[in-house]
């Protein structure tokens, strides 16, 4: 059995003369068709949530009489969340009919009329279920309740109180079926794609997810995209696909080689000569680079190391004293002082005696080459000759001799240097 126990009511009718016998028990076999009848009627799809409402809505039936109770008695469309019903009440606020239903409002929901107005018979009690989201408001990530029915009603309400606000998903989480709302992108309207420098708009019928809309408008998200939700420039909702992309890059720059200098004494302080050459080495660096919208923004510093070590330029510098030379000339007369002349000396008398038997007068059997050094005519005017070097004096012969050495070294006599141990 279902009993009726609304003690105010049965004041009422007591109080306006009516019998205590007009409220009665239903019984539950006539009481069941009425309840299915009421959950079962169809209702118009207008949210995006199936309400919440209890399971099962016990409604009082009272038979009664007299004026009093048939005025109190109302028919109310309940409109929760999208979903309609027809339920009947004895209160007189929206407060009690509610209460009446076992409706229970959470704190962020909103109802109208508001809980404190009269009900009418005939009338409508709206109720819109709010929900938390997560948003990137002015910048900030921002947790907020709202009873809008898809994202591009929430995108315009905070337009309209002067707030930028965006959705932002991941392409994986959209790919995963997960919507960046528990609500439709848009129902019945306009969205305006941004993607890849362009922009598209289409106009869209019923209830559409951003999954849904980015398949209509043919767009293939890559891994690390980026999806955003925004209020358009013209009240539509902007859907903007921001390409994402990370990628390394590997760099290289030279290491500069060192010069170390050695001695030696087995080359004369005037000498030296590079034992190794130096290489240059190779430092490689790796980064990580974080490109959107095909421009480069963040580099990230993944490795940097030695690849290729430098080679160290060794020089060696002599340490040995050169040997003194001495030069004497003797003649018998003027005429006869090249024929006559002599060089005597340590190192220059024995690289003559090597060169031209230490004949001052003497010339190559091809004619090039001149004196006790065997200089040619070319090489004796470089270092100041004049005339023919084997008409000189032997000590003018050893002075130019010994100004080409200190220019280009004992290599200018290859075999009698290194016959003589010079080098």
């Known amino acids: 059995m279902i009993t009726n126990e609304n003690n105010s009511f049965d004041d009422a009718a007591q109080s306006a003369g009516a019998d205590e016998n007009l409220t009665q028990d239903i019984p539950v076999a006539d009481a069941e068709p009425m309840l299915a009848a009421i959950h079962d009627a169809p209702a118009p799809k207008r949210r995006w949530r199936a309400p919440a409402i209890v399971a099962a809505i ?7 009489g007299g004026g009093v109770a048939a005025a109190a008695h109302k028919t109310i469309e309940l409109d929760y969340d999208g979903v309609s019903q027809e339920l009947t009440t004895w209160s007189g ?5 509610l209460e009446d239903h076992g409706v229970v409002l959470g704190a962020h929901d909103e109802v109208t009329p ?13 109720i819109r279920v709010a929900q938390e989201v997560s948003l990137d408001i002015d910048g900030k990530t921002t947790t907020m309740w709202t009873v809008a029915d898809s994202a591009h009603e929430l995108m315009n309400t905070l337009a309209d ?10 392409s994986r989480s959209i790919a995963d079926g997960r919507d ?10 306009e969205v305006l794609l941004a993607v890849d420098g362009g922009e598209e708009t289409r106009e869209f019928t019923g209830a559409v997810t951003v999954a849904e809309a980015l398949e209509e408008f043919g767009i293939e998200l890559g891994e690390t995209d980026q999806v955003t939700i925004e209020a358009g420039p013209s009240g539509e909702v902007l859907l903007k696909v921001t390409r994402i992309e990370y990628s390394e890059r590997v760099e290289t720059e030279e290491i500069p080689f060192e010069t170390e200098t050695q001695k030696t004494d087995s080359l004369y302080k005037d000498q030296s000569k590079v034992s190794q050459a130096g290489v240059v080495g190779e430092r490689t660096f790796t980064y990580r680079v974080k490109t959107v919208d095909g421009e480069e923004v963040d580099v990230t510093e993944l490795s940097n190391e030695v690849t290729t070590a430098p080679v160290t330029k060794i020089i ?15 003649s018998s007369s003027s005429s006869s002082s090249s024929s006559s002349s002599t060089v005597s000396g340590d190192v220059w008398a024995r690289l003559a005696q090597c060169e031209s038997g230490g004949n001052p007068s003497i010339v190559s059997s091809n004619g090039l080459y001149h004196g006790l050094y065997q200089f040619s005519v070319g090489t004796w005017q470089a270092v100041g000759g004049t005339g023919l070097p084997s008409q000189a004096s032997a000590a003018e012969q050893t002075k130019r001799a010994q100004i080409l050495q200190a220019r280009a070294g004992w290599g200018q006599w290859p075999a009698c240097s290194a016959k003589l141990g010079l080098r």
């Open 316 to 330: 060696q510098q002599g340490t040995k004293a050169r040997p003194v030379v001495t030069t004497t000339t003797s």
């Open 161 to 170: 109180s002067g707030r930028d606000g965006s959705i932002v998903a991941s």
């Open 58 to 64: 016990l409604v009082p039936m009272l038979a009664v």
């Open 93 to 97: 606020s929206v407060a009690g009919f």
């Open 114 to 126: 508001a809980l404190d107005e009269k009900l009418q018979e005939g009338g409508t009690v709206v």
């Open 180 to 189: 960046p709302l528990d609500l439709p992108l848009v129902e019945d309207g």
